[in-house]
């Protein structure tokens, strides 16, 4: 048995449950304790090695009481100390091995930089209750950002937004669209953020040049490690550009 930091009643149903669980019924035990948690997110964190519930002949999920109680302890590095998954694994890992793993501090997310809150975000891309991917219309998006719909038209004007192929707008652009908007605040205006998105077309560039042979690749496990290095290199790269922008803008100040 897995041995995580004292956590509710999640722990304590699934080691009292010895049957195997489909992901419906571990979503279930996991909202008392975890209510923001979606299917699309322990989808994910699976594909990302941290939980490896069986499969049934027709490839449905099953879920043991340790993959509950894995997850759980996943889930709670993610709320309360705002781990990145690669440290989780290898804190999970030495527990596997019988380890005593020291944790930090509980974080504040309140006190998370902005880098911190875009790394977040990387790592668990937003969805709706049922576990599906956001769709926002054109009235939607802008209702959620609180702009006009002149507003939206400039902005895809300048290639700064533009819908999908069915005229909806996802969870990364509904993200994008609140950040023009609060750079609109302060007097920002698209025009000048066509060198900020010239510049994001150059870092998706680099990145695609890693990751591309990796996603062609036949193994699906490598595929799948395709899509978490890319996320990492996007995080990375938002670090570094934040840092950049500090350390200019200090050397400025000097």
Known sequence: MLRTPAGGAVQ??????RQL???GAVLNLMRDEFPE??????R???????VEPQRTPSGYRKFSARDVDRLAYVLRMQRDHYLPLKVIREHLDALDRGESVPLPAPADRRSCSPVDEARLELIDPAADAGGRPIRLGRAELVAAVGVGEQDLEEWESYGLLAPGSDGGYDADALNVAKIIADLGRFGLEPRHLRAVKAGADREVGLVEQVVA???RHRNPQTRAHAESTARDLAALSVRLHAALVQSGLRARML
């Not at 948690?37 to 322990?42: A, C, F, G, M, N």
Request: no cysteine; net charge negative.
């Open 44 to 50: 994910f964190l699976e594909a990302e090695g941290l």
């Open 37 to 42: 948690v979606t299917i699309s997110k322990i």
């Open 213 to 215: 042979p990796l996603r």
């Open 12 to 17: 304590g149903a699934a080691t009292a449950d």
């Open 21 to 23: 669980l489909s992901i």
